[in-house]
Structures are given as C-alpha cells and as structure tokens.
C-alpha cells in the first residue's frame, strides 16, 4: 500500500486532474487510480452531461451500487461490534449509520460536497446531494481499489474518527413520527394496520404491521413489540419516499384523487340540501310591485283606455269662411228695415 501511494505521488506532477487526485487523497487516504470513475461520482444529474454516444453522465449507477456495498460493509461491522444482539437491533443501528441524514453530514465534514460537478442552483433544493455523491464515492471506490479497500476506509477514515457505533446504536429515532409528520405537512391518510400476530417458535410474540398512506399499502414488516414493527415499516416507507420517485408520485396522485372525490361529493351534497330547501321553501307573497318585461328587455309601457268622447258635427266648420258680397250685404240690411216695420 505504502509502495503503491509513493508511486502515485511521483506520478502527480504528471496528472491531468492532480487537484482533484489531491483531494480525493485527503478524502480517502490513498490516491485513486481509475480517476473518471470517480469525476463520475462527483458529476450530478443536473449537469446535462452525455458521452459520445449520447447517453448522460452522471453519479446514479454509482450511487446505487455504493448503497448496496455501503449495506454490506456497515453491516459486517455492526455484526462484529454487538455480538449477541439481535437482528432488529442490528438491522436498526445499520440503518441510522446508513441513512441520509448521515451520510450527509459525513460527506460535508469531509470535504466531498465542495467537489460535486452540479448546476450549482439545485444544491440547495437538494439537502441528500451530498449523501448521495459519499454513496456513489463508495462505488466508486469499490470499482477502483475493491472491497477490501473500501472496508478499510469506512472504518479508518469515517467510523473510527467521525461517528461513534454505540451513540448511533442506542439513540431513539423515532421513525414513526418522522412518518407521520411527513404525511401531516403533506395532507395525507396514514394508517398501521397489524397484518399478522402470531409467536415464534420460543414462544415469544411477532407482530407484523404495514403502513398504509392514502389507501396505498407501503412497507410492511416484523418485530417482538408492536411498536418495534411500527418503526421498522415507517423507517423503510421513509427510504422508499426519499429513494423511489415512482413510489412518491404514486402517494401524491392517490391524494389528489381522494381530494377531488371528496370535492364532488360535497358539491352533491350541497345539491342535495338546496334541493330540499327548494321543495319546502313556503309561498311568497304576492310582489308590491311589478314590472312586466317583453323579449327585448325592455319594461312594456302601460296601456291607458281612453273614455269614449261625443261626437261633434263638423259639417258647418269651415277651415276659411268666405266674407259676405256687397248685394248680400245690402239684402240683409233690406230684410232687417222690413221686418222692424212689421
């Protein structure tokens, strides 16, 4: 090992990437050989980057082999570290070494987040970007120098000198109600059903509990308590809504549909109750006053019937009545003499 280290420094001055040979020396304690593979560890999908034949580059292949070894290595130590303890124990104390929260914290403490390749504008939407690149390190890793080699750095570099096994193992976290706050700032239903209770061949009780969010049956699993398969199935729904998309869109879909159920359903009720009100709504009285409206809109004028009025004989009226002649009017004055001596 320290044979190979020396020959990898006298060859540094030559290297295309001897910063980030450098930094990935600080990180694992041994130059790394294959360098792309690790550049593909540290490259996050929000670059866009693609290879030659167009298919993109980036740390999520990676990152899930890292995860699988990352299991098995954290899993060999806490095996040998509690000897006599039981698999829920183990299972549990893996589980909080592993979990994102951690990995985290640990790839930030170490300097990994400073050489992620992003767009630089998601890292902060992305609290698990971090995390995610020290699992894909890990493949990485395994890929470039082995498993043991791996082994090594995890309990050297990370377990011996950054996280104490025994306060992780015996610190309560409590999955459950992390679950159940997730699913209350979400809005959704959540459930425990108990699926199965039974005792095991000493004669100690199981029970197997599954959690259900918005009608959609997730994880399930088995413990000695109820409460200890409660946190066992809400742990594991917790890593498959931050690890599986699909899963994800599944519970927010399920949602909206029982949103929009129960949006309808209550829009029919409210017709339902108007609708009776209607049937037993009592007789107006008759309107003080009323206006009549004809197709145009408009208000129809009222019709006044005139009284009948007596006829007048205008046969003798004349519009322009002639002057009387002058023997007309010397007749006249004759007629008159006459008749006053009479």
Same mark, same amino acid.
């Given at each position: 090992?320290?044979?190979?280290?020396?020959?990898? &420094? @006298? &060859?540094?001055?030559?290297?295309?990437? &001897?910063?980030?040979?450098?930094?990935?020396? /600080?990180?694992?304690?041994?130059?790394?050989?294959? @360098?792309?593979?690790?550049?593909?560890?540290?490259?996050?999908?929000?670059?866009?980057?693609?290879?030659? $034949?167009? $298919?993109?580059? +980036?740390?999520?292949?990676?990152? #899930?082999?890292?995860?699988?070894?990352?299991?098995?290595?954290?899993?060999?130590?806490?095996?040998?570290?509690?000897?006599?303890?039981?698999?829920? #124990?183990?299972?549990? /104390?893996?589980?909080?070494?592993?979990?994102?929260?951690?990995?985290?914290?640990?790839?930030?403490?170490?300097?990994?987040?400073?050489? @992620?390749?992003?767009?630089?504008?998601?890292?902060?939407?992305?609290?698990?970007?971090?995390?995610?690149?020290?699992?894909?390190?890990?493949?990485?890793?395994?890929?470039?120098?082995?498993?043991?080699?791996?082994?090594?750095?995890?309990?050297?570099?990370? *377990?011996?000198?950054?996280? +104490?096994?025994?306060?992780?193992?015996?610190?309560?976290?409590?999955?459950?109600?992390?679950?159940? !706050?997730?699913?209350? =700032?979400?809005?959704?239903?959540? %459930?425990?059903?108990?699926?199965?209770? $039974?005792?095991?061949?000493?004669?100690?009780?199981?029970? =197997?509990?599954?959690?259900?969010?918005?009608?959609?049956?997730?994880?399930?699993?088995?413990?000695?308590? =109820?409460?200890?398969?409660?946190?066992? %199935?809400?742990?594991? /729904?917790?890593?498959?809504?931050?690890?599986?998309?699909?899963?994800?869109?599944?519970?927010?879909?399920?949602?909206?549909?029982? *949103?929009?159920?129960?949006?309808?359903?209550?829009?029919?009720?409210?017709?339902?109750?108007?609708?009776?009100?209607?049937?037993?709504?009592?007789?107006?009285?008759?309107?003080?006053?009323?206006?009549?409206?004809?197709? +145009?809109?408009?208000?129809? !004028?009222?019709?006044?019937?005139?009284?009948? @009025? !007596?006829?007048?004989?205008?046969?003798?009226?004349? %519009?322009?009545?002639?002057?009387?002649?002058?023997?007309?009017?010397?007749?006249?004055?004759?007629?008159?003499?006459?008749?006053?001596?009479?």
């Amino acid at each position: 090992m320290l044979n190979s280290n020396f020959i990898d &420094k @006298i &060859k540094l001055p030559f290297r295309k990437e &001897k910063e980030l040979y450098l930094s990935l020396y /600080t990180i694992l304690g041994f130059y790394p050989r294959n @360098i792309e593979l690790y550049q593909m560890a540290l490259s996050h999908k929000s670059i866009h980057f693609k290879n030659k $034949k167009g $298919k993109p580059v +980036n740390n999520e292949r990676l990152e #899930f082999l890292g995860d699988a070894i990352l299991d098995a290595i954290v899993g060999d130590i806490v095996y040998k570290h509690f000897p006599g303890k039981r698999e829920g #124990f183990l299972t549990n /104390t893996r589980s909080k070494l592993v979990q994102r929260e951690t990995l985290n914290k640990i790839a930030q403490e170490i300097g990994l987040s400073r050489l @992620i390749y992003s767009s630089g504008r998601n890292f902060s939407h992305n609290s698990y970007m971090a995390g995610n690149a020290f699992e894909a390190l890990i493949g990485a890793l395994y890929l470039d120098r082995g498993y043991n080699l791996c082994m090594r750095f995890m309990q050297e570099k990370i *377990l011996k000198k950054m996280v +104490n096994i025994d306060t992780v193992a015996y610190k309560e976290v409590n999955f459950k109600s992390r679950l159940i !706050e997730w699913a209350q =700032k979400n809005k959704m239903n959540i %459930a425990f059903n108990l699926l199965e209770q $039974k005792k095991d061949e000493e004669g100690n009780p199981v029970f =197997k509990y599954c959690v259900v969010i918005e009608g959609i049956k997730c994880n399930s699993a088995s413990g000695f308590s =109820k409460k200890e398969s409660q946190q066992l %199935a809400s742990e594991e /729904t917790l890593e498959c809504i931050k690890k599986n998309t699909r899963f994800s869109t599944a519970l927010f879909e399920a949602k909206k549909k029982r *949103l929009e159920a129960e949006q309808n359903q209550e829009t029919a009720q409210e017709q339902t109750t108007e609708n009776n009100e209607n049937n037993t709504q009592p007789a107006q009285d008759e309107p003080l006053e009323s206006t009549v409206i004809t197709t +145009n809109g408009k208000p129809k !004028e009222e019709v006044v019937e005139m009284k009948e @009025i !007596e006829e007048f004989d205008l046969s003798d009226i004349t %519009a322009n009545p002639k002057e009387p002649t002058q023997e007309e009017i010397i007749a006249a004055a004759e007629e008159a003499a006459f008749a006053g001596k009479e």
